[in-house]
C-alpha cells in the first residue's frame, strides 16, 4: 500500500499569498496518477488535480499541480476567500487507492 | 446534471449489518464505475471500495474485505454496500462516487453522503 503524507498539516495564509502543500509517496506513484482534491465543511470533496498536473472540468487556473515519482505539489497562486478548505491528494496508479492525511488551509 | 443520493445510513451494534444505496441519475450510470469513500468525524478521507461499470470487477480496502460487498443495479442505476460484522471504527460519512472518464480512478462527482454510526 502506498501511504501519502502531506505537509504541512495546516498552513495560516492571507486572502491573496501564495499557497503551496506537499505530498510524499512512499513508494512511487505508477505514471503520475496522483490528484488533489478540496473538501468544505459539511461538502463532499471536489476533484481540482489529475495525473498530477491536469486540472479538472471548471478548476480555475490559480490551481496548479506539479511533481512525479514521490513528490507532488499543489499550488494556489492567490488565495481567493474560498479556496480556505481542506486539501487531499490521491494516488490511484496502484490498489489500494489511498489518500494523504489532508492539509488544512485557513485563514490568517 | 450528475446527482448522487446516498441512503441507508443510521445507528446499528457492532456485529450487525447494514446496507447503503446510492442512486444516480444525470449520466450514463452503466458506463462509469463507482467508488465507495468513507470519511470519520474530523478525520481524512478514506477509499472503501470500487466497482467497475458492468459489475465484474470489484476491489476492496483491506479494512473491509470480507464484510463489505459492493454490488450495483444498472436497471436501477443504483449502487449498493452491504456491510456485515460492523465494527466501531467503520462509524463514518459514506459517500459514492462516479468514476471521471478523464482518469479512472478520481472521482468527478460525489454525493452529500450517509452517517454510519456503529455503537453499542
Known amino acids: 500500500e502506498i501511504v501519502l503524507t502531506q505537509s504541512p498539516g495546516t498552513l495560516s495564509l492571507s486572502p491573496g499569498e501564495r499557497a503551496t502543500l506537499s505530498c510524499r509517496a512512499s513508494?512511487?506513484?505508477?505514471?503520475?496518477?496522483l490528484a488533489w482534491y478540496q473538501q468544505k465543511p459539511g461538502q463532499p470533496p471536489r476533484l481540482l488535480i489529475y495525473?498530477?498536473?491536469s486540472r479538472a472540468t471548471g478548476i480555475p487556473d490559480r490551481f496548479s499541480g506539479s511533481g512525479s515519482g514521490t513528490e507532488f505539489s499543489l499550488t494556489i497562486s492567490r488565495l481567493e476567500p474560498e479556496d480556505f478548505a481542506v486539501y487531499y491528494c490521491?494516488?490511484?496508479?496502484?490498489?489500494?487507492?489511498?489518500f494523504g492525511g489532508g492539509t488544512k488551509v485557513e485563514i490568517k | 446534471q450528475v446527482r448522487l443520493v446516498e441512503s441507508g445510513g443510521g445507528v446499528v451494534q457492532p456485529g450487525r449489518s447494514l446496507r447503503l444505496s446510492c442512486a444516480a441519475s444525470?449520466?450514463?450510470?452503466?458506463?462509469?464505475?463507482i467508488h465507495w469513500v468513507r470519511q470519520a468525524p474530523g478525520k481524512g478521507l478514506e477509499w472503501v471500495a470500487v466497482?467497475?461499470?458492468?459489475?465484474?470487477?470489484?476491489y476492496y480496502a483491506d479494512y473491509v474485505k470480507g464484510r463489505f460487498i459492493i454490488s450495483r443495479d444498472n436497471s436501477k442505476n443504483t449502487l449498493y454496500l452491504q456491510m456485515n460484522s460492523l465494527r466501531p471504527e467503520d462509524t463514518a460519512m459514506y459517500y459514492c462516487?462516479?468514476?471521471?472518464?478523464?482518469?479512472?480512478?478520481?472521482?468527478?462527482?460525489w454525493g452529500q453522503g450517509t452517517l454510519v454510526t456503529v455503537s453499542s
Open positions: 495525473g498530477a498536473s
Open positions: 462516487a462516479k468514476e471521471s472518464i478523464l482518469a479512472a480512478g478520481t472521482s468527478d462527482y
Open positions: 444525470g449520466f450514463s450510470f452503466s458506463s462509469y464505475g
Open positions: 490521491q494516488q490511484y496508479g496502484s490498489s489500494p487507492l489511498t
Open positions: 466497482i467497475s461499470f458492468d459489475g465484474s470487477k470489484k
Open positions: 513508494q512511487s506513484v505508477t505514471s503520475s496518477n
